[in-house]
């Protein structure tokens, strides 16, 4: 697999997609690095690398990914050679100008158990809402926010005494081992039915 991440942060998700490559556990490439904001770690965990990586110009609109700087993300993962994007952190929604250009090779990770707490700060959510579990999803991306086919999904406990810090970092190494494996998982799916095709 030949991968395309976009992401807003830390970067901390695409640092363990990178950590898994390297121990051999994930057969795949990392060729492109995008981010919507300049300042985002996730562009200096690339340029440590030496990962191709550069910033989404959203023609100054705070939230909006516009139609035009999809069209040329699009245009920059596809002259990379991208076969699936992954969204890392990615804090804007993607739409149908770059969800036509990769039909069902858009994933993200989100830290719920969807469809429980789509949007912004889930953990956050769940702790207010009392729930009994969290945990974290990875899922196709549909136009929808954080509303596409499921691909894993892996429960996390809430302690007594969690705070909002402590959740989400306990979620965020679920996540770690999550992404990669999922991965994986779309991989296998994607090549099977190239497999099945062969004479
Ligand atoms: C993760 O918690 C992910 O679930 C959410 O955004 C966070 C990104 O963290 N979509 P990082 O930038 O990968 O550290």
Same mark, same amino acid.
């Given at each position: 697999m030949v991968l395309g991440i976009l992401g807003s942060g830390s970067g901390s998700n695409m640092q363990a997609i990178l950590d898994a490559i390297d121990a051999g556990n994930l057969d795949a490439r990392i060729a492109l690095v995008l981010s919507?904001? /300049?300042?985002?770690?996730i562009l200096e965990r690339a340029r440590r690398r030496g990962i191709p990586c550069g910033v989404i110009d959203c023609r100054g609109f705070l939230t909006r990914f516009p139609d035009e700087a999809q069209l040329e993300t699009a245009a920059r993962l596809r002259a990379a050679g991208v076969t699936l994007v992954c969204l890392a952190g990615f804090l804007r929604l993607v739409k149908r100008p770059l969800l036509d250009a990769f039909p069902k090779r858009i994933i993200n990770i989100h830290p719920?158990?969807? /469809?429980?707490f789509p949007g912004l700060e889930s953990w956050k959510q769940a702790l207010a809402a009392g729930a009994p579990t969290a945990g974290c999803t990875v899922h196709l991306v549909d136009e929808?926010?954080?509303?596409?086919?499921?691909?894993l999904q892996e429960e996390v406990p809430i302690l007594p005494g969690d705070s909002a810090d402590s959740l989400h970092a306990r979620i965020q190494t679920v996540e770690h081992r999550l992404y990669p494996t999922a991965i994986s998982k779309m991989a296998a799916s994607l090549l099977a039915p190239a497999r099945a095709s062969l004479p």
């Open positions: 919507d904001n /300049p300042d985002a770690f719920s158990l969807l /469809p429980a929808g926010m954080d509303t596409g086919p499921i691909i």
